[in-house]
């Protein structure tokens, strides 16, 4: 009888091969992409989910979120510099949940960085 991790384990391998086909049709198709990639991190294949996040920032400029992945990806890769200029610009673009990125795992690089600490305190300050 399988284990729980590894029907986990079968259920995100499953999942990473219907977006991928998904994507194979629609390489643009932003839904996916975004599912795409946090399978990839979640799986551990981080150079996977931070070329999707750089692909997402280029399709959606805007999206506050993409910019907050894109720094976490960059952080779990140890580009502390790249990572500290996406979550900047993730502020810029409006994320606010300030608690969340002082306790997200996949900042903890980051947060040893003097710079993010005053990244995060003068904009706290803004709100």
Known sequence: MPRNEDRKSDNIKFEIEF?????EDRPNFTDA???L????????MHKKGLELDKKLAGLLPC??????NLACSYSLLGDIDNSLKS?????ELGYSDFAYINKDPDLANV?????FENIISRNI???
């Open 87 to 91: 979550i900047k610009k993730s502020i």
């Open 63 to 68: 999206d506050s979120l993409v910019y907050y």
């Open 125 to 127: 300050d803004k709100k």
């Open 111 to 115: 947060r040893q960085d003097k710079r």
């Open 19 to 23: 977006y991928e086909k998904i994507l």
């Open 33 to 35: 992409l975004k599912v």
């Open 37 to 44: 990639a946090e399978l990839y991190t979640k799986s551990g």
